[in-house]
């Protein structure tokens, strides 16, 4: 079965908790003013947010091909993420999490009680059986593009996003930035 990227996904690996709301306003904004979302929140997106933001008459100015395509289904809009959540795309194949320090891994499905428990206040870290370095979430390698943050971008059903518009955006910020895309 092929894979259909529903989502593609921008993560603030950096934003710290009490920083997120403010840097998500601020994106918000910046988007709005350059008529890629338009500013009302409406019903298009999936999840439990008040709304997300419908794509704007600039929007094909942040997408790969400039003028982008954008499919006329639902969802299909901008939502921002503010609080502990994880984004990762689908996992086939190897499903090895990596330690960074050591190369010994442990199945992705052995981590995800951890990952569980951290979205529900718990540390985030893992312990490495093999050589006892405690590393967080985001220090691991992760089997597809994963990252653990407090703010995150997910724009629903948009063409693939250009480069320069993560960069622009990793600058904005300041800190740094995952991207990849979810599926089914």
């Given at each position: 079965?092929?894979?259909?990227?529903?989502?593609?996904?921008?993560?603030?690996?950096?934003?710290?908790?009490?920083?997120?709301?403010?840097?998500?306003?601020?994106?918000?904004?910046?988007?709005?003013?350059?008529?890629?979302?338009?500013?009302?929140?409406?019903?298009?997106?999936?999840?439990?947010?008040?709304?997300?933001?419908?794509?704007?008459?600039?929007?094909?100015?942040?997408?790969?091909?400039?003028?982008?395509?954008?499919p006329d289904v639902w969802p299909n809009?901008?939502?921002?993420?503010?609080?502990?959540?994880?984004?990762?795309?689908?996992?086939?194949?190897?499903?090895?999490?990596?330690c960074s320090n050591c190369d010994a891994?442990?199945?992705?499905?052995?981590?995800?009680?951890?990952?569980?428990?951290?979205?529900?206040?718990?540390?985030?870290?893992?312990?490495?059986?093999?050589?006892?370095?405690?590393?967080g979430f985001n220090e691991w390698l992760?089997?597809?593009?994963?990252?653990?943050?407090?703010?995150?971008?997910?724009?629903?059903?948009?063409?693939?996003?250009?480069?320069?518009?993560?960069?622009?955006?990793?600058?904005?910020?300041?800190?740094?930035?995952?991207?990849?895309?979810?599926?089914?």
């Open positions: 079965m092929a894979v259909v990227e529903l989502s593609r996904w921008i993560a603030d690996v950096d934003a710290q908790p009490e920083e997120a709301p403010g840097l998500a306003r601020g994106i918000l904004a910046w988007l709005v003013e350059a008529e890629v979302v338009v500013a009302e929140p409406t019903d298009c997106v999936l999840g439990d947010v008040p709304g997300g933001y419908a794509p704007g008459p600039s929007c094909g100015s942040i997408v790969v091909g400039g003028g982008g395509r954008f809009g901008l939502e921002l993420d503010v609080g502990r959540s994880a984004f990762y795309g689908p996992v086939a194949g190897d499903t090895r999490v990596t891994w442990l199945p992705f499905e052995a981590v995800l009680p951890v990952v569980e428990e951290w979205l529900e206040g718990g540390p985030d870290a893992l312990v490495c059986a093999c050589c006892a370095v405690r590393r992760w089997p597809v593009p994963c990252a653990f943050a407090e703010l995150g971008l997910r724009f629903w059903n948009w063409p693939p996003l250009a480069d320069a518009f993560v960069a622009d955006l990793a600058r904005r910020l300041g800190h740094r930035l995952v991207a990849g895309a979810f599926g089914v």
